[in-house]
């Protein structure tokens, strides 16, 4: 049974390393997601689980807490809206200053990837709308997509492409699975040329990203609302300045913006919604 006391002890170290909020009314997921980590190191209660990573004499440990509580939900094609958007009026664009060499590759950014699903979903439909429009001369080598999460475990199932029967049903037609997707066993396999787009790679939102370079099309969805508002603005600070000046940013359709008017402009569009960089008063 978590004591109130442990409870304060995970929900500080928490947020203090990812960012998540975890109210009282919570309390229980702390108790049920990690109550198999007491059972498999042999701790009898939550404190002596919190001492053992405070005191940092198992860093991988830290590191299966923080993937315990972060919530891996997501589907193919969530929403639909983003991708109308990208292939009317994102994608027209961004393969017009391709051609005319205005950017050498297009790049995109899922933030909070999970095992993948978002970021092969963009994919497929940049590959859907060259074949669509009958775009030879810019391929899907002129696009570079970058997947972040932090959890390792769900990093190393996106790499792998590969999906059970469950994640098949949710939000993939049989359009998309049938043309690409391979059949191994009981399991679906994204094909090769699809998966070599995109790159996974193990990201802590509270960490720089400066590194990464910027992007013309960051998709960073249903990972904010578990967050402090103060992390969110600090978030949302930073991914302005990894967004392109003409780019585009999404976040989830039942997400809102608070306390953003200094960095980004709502913007609609056949019922969807995509934000844009305000230009900042000096």
Known sequence: ?????????????????????????????????????????????????????????????????????????????????????????????????????????????????????EAYSTVMAINEHLEKNNITDVKLSDFEIIATDISRQVIEIAKKGRYDPISMRRGIDEYYKNKYFEKDGNTWKIKENIKNVVKFQKLNLQNTFVSMGKFDIILCRYVMIYFSQEFKNDLLEKLYKSLNGDGAMFIGSSELLYNNKHFFDENEYKQGIYYTKKILEV
């Open 1 to 117: 049974m978590l004591t109130s006391k442990e409870f304060s002890l995970f929900q500080s170290y928490i947020k203090k390393s990812c960012g998540i909020i975890i109210n009282e009314d919570k309390s229980y997921l702390i108790e049920s997601r990690l109550i198999r980590l007491l059972v498999d190191y042999g701790f009898e209660t939550f404190e002596e689980l919190y001492s053992m990573i405070e005191a940092n004499k198992d860093p991988l440990l830290a590191e299966k807490v923080i993937e315990e509580m972060t919530t891996n939900e997501t589907l193919w094609f969530r929403d639909k809206t983003p991708w109308k958007i990208m292939d009317e009026l994102l994608l027209p664009r961004l393969v017009d200053q391709v051609r005319k060499k205005e950017i050498s590759k297009v790049r995109l950014w899922s933030a909070a990837s999970s095992t993948g699903q």
